[in-house]
């Protein structure tokens, strides 16, 4: 949709694209608009019913030398025959400025990203901060997850009233299991030794 028809990507052969190349883009410039900024565009299905009658009524094949205007693709934009930046103009005029290239974000640094931004939100464009992560529900393992409490690094007497004051009796052997495969210090786990069952 949209394609811009150039004349060496036709059949001239075909009466359904022969007059295609010229049928985009009419300018119909009155009023105001004499630049032609107002133009006639077809539907592709229109342009090529059209180009048959004119094909059918007897029009010659479109000659290029015979021409005074030429089509000058969209410089800036989309590459179609409905970007206003592309039109008719006298043959040999000055050349179509050179296609404006826009910079891939990712190749920029960050320092460039955030003045592009910072542009971008000058002129009005509402660009929000990117939002943080919705937190979700997981299932936490106590095996698998960092300890609440590591007997190793803790004196006896702390690992004794950590453990008088403990209501949680998985926490208690979970404990009791890290100061058996760690340390294993008696004054702990004689001291607990009916609670680690």
Known sequence: ???????????????????????????????????????????????????????????????????????????RGEQ?????????????????????????????????REAVVERLRYQGYRINEPEPEKPTAKVVDAIDEPPMFDPNTHTVTEVNAYLRDLDDEVEKRRVLYTERKGQARNGILKRHQGDSR
């Open 80 to 112: 179609s025959r409905f970007n206003a930046m592309g039109g008719w103009v006298p043959k040999g005029s000055e050349p179509a400025p050179d296609p404006v290239v826009i910079q891939d974000p990712a190749a920029m640094t960050v320092r460039e």
């Open 1 to 75: 949709m949209g394609k811009i028809w150039r004349l060496e990507d036709i059949d001239p052969n075909d009466p359904e694209e022969r007059f295609l190349p010229v049928l985009q883009c009419i300018p119909i410039g009155f009023g105001t608009d004499a630049g032609g900024r107002n133009r006639i565009i077809w539907p592709e299905q229109i342009a090529r019913a059209v180009s048959k009658h004119l094909t059918e009524a007897g029009c010659p094949p479109i000659d290029p030398e015979a021409a005074t205007i030429e089509f000058r693709p969209p410089y």
